[in-house]
């Protein structure tokens, strides 16, 4: 089955880092665009990253442009998101994503909780 399995999320004070990690399989991983996302309680899921599947175009969010880059490791079926600067408003549920044909693949997520 295809499949995400995201990881790294955890608590840190506003201003600490995290490296989050999102783990693909059951699908040509190098083929595909991915993004990450994030939902906090109450909101709409939001967009926040996205690569392309050779790592040449990637967009961000205004609201994390600057403190959060997108990676890829294509030989180890790995997608990164190095979290610098961390705020407050950045707690959520993080989650990959690809789409493969016409199927969206969503991971289970990864809390992220920033507080003081």
């Known amino acids: 089955q295809m499949q995400l399995v995201e990881s790294g999320g955890g608590s840190v004070q506003p201003g600490g880092s995290l490296r989050l990690s999102c783990a693909g399989s059951?699908?040509?991983?190098?083929?595909?665009?991915m993004s990450w996302y994030r939902q906090a309680p109450g909101k709409e899921r939001e967009f926040v990253a996205h690569?392309?599947?050779?790592?040449?175009?990637?967009d961000y969010a205004d609201s994390v442009r600057g403190r959060f880059t997108i990676s890829r490791d294509n030989a180890k079926n790995t997608m990164y998101l190095q979290m610098n600067s961390l705020k407050v408003e950045d707690t959520a549920l993080y989650y990959c994503?690809?789409?493969?044909?016409?199927?969206?693949?969503w991971g289970q997520g990864t809390q992220v909780t920033v507080s003081s």
């Open positions: 994503s690809v789409r493969v044909t016409s199927n969206t693949i």
């Open positions: 059951g699908f040509p991983f190098s083929w595909y665009p």
């Open positions: 690569i392309s599947s050779d790592a040449r175009n990637i």
